[in-house]
């Protein structure tokens, strides 16, 4: 099983619809990322969880909203989104805990396009 | 504020040598990684340097001057499927641990 899997690599939205965005770990890690990669732009970090807590929230608007049920799982669930919103949404997870230099591991991403 | 500088693209020649420069700007430093992403997948992992030198892993090797606040990333004998960008990221305590990347190095290998 791949390490880090995103559902779905694709997806169409327009500004009035709901959809969500998943991501799973099959690495053994506590610790899940959210990502924002736009056009040569650098990565934006949105949302942090350790050990299912979130620990950062990295000043996203409120039509974003994570969750994770579990150390393997996390959403995103999206609605009312704007045309800017259009661009790469990567997960990533790490080891989590106290260990405060980790390397993240990165699943592939979903596409995003919202007309 | 924290700042993380590299070139937006090269272009090398196959078999050839390429550097990558990466300069930062942070407070309380605690490491810089270097991530590879091909078109259209995830970025993965190549390097972490915490300490001053040199860290080699084959073809690619990574290079940290805490004091200039600079790194590079290495790559020799250059392959058609080193096409790719790459990711300068920096761990600081001012970001929580958290990495603050650069925009990323496209880079073009020709025949």
């Known amino acids: 099983e791949t390490g880090v899997t995103q559902t779905p690599r694709h997806l169409v939205m327009g500004m009035t619809n709901k959809k969500s965005l998943k991501c799973e770990q099959h690495l053994g890690h506590n610790a899940m990322y959210w990502y924002k990669q736009s056009a040569k732009k650098p990565l934006e970090l949105m949302f942090v969880y350790n050990f299912k807590e979130q620990t950062e929230n990295n000043s996203v608007p409120s039509r974003f909203s994570p969750e994770c049920p579990n150390s393997s799982h996390l959403f995103l669930h999206l609605h009312t989104l704007q045309p800017e919103d259009s661009a790469l949404y990567l997960c990533?997870?790490?080891?989590?805990?106290?260990?405060?230099?980790?390397?993240?591991?990165f699943g592939p991403g979903t596409r995003l396009l919202v007309l | 504020g924290q700042n993380i500088d590299q070139p937006t693209e090269m272009t090398a020649t196959e078999g050839a040598i390429v550097q990558i420069n990466c300069t930062y700007q942070t407070s309380g430093f605690n490491g810089l990684f270097w991530y590879q992403q091909h078109a259209g997948e995830a970025p993965t992992f190549l390097s972490y340097n915490v300490l001053d030198g040199l860290e080699e892993k084959g073809r690619f090797s990574s290079f940290l001057s805490r004091s200039k606040g600079y790194s590079y990333l290495l790559l020799k004998e250059l392959q058609m499927k080193d096409s790719a960008s790459y990711l300068c990221?920096?761990?600081?305590?001012?970001?929580?641990?958290?990495?603050?990347w650069g925009a990323g190095t496209k880079l073009i290998i020709k025949p």
């Open positions: 990221a920096v761990s600081a305590t001012d970001s929580n641990y958290q990495l603050i």
């Open positions: 990533a997870s790490s080891h989590g805990g106290d260990n405060e230099q980790e390397t993240q591991y």
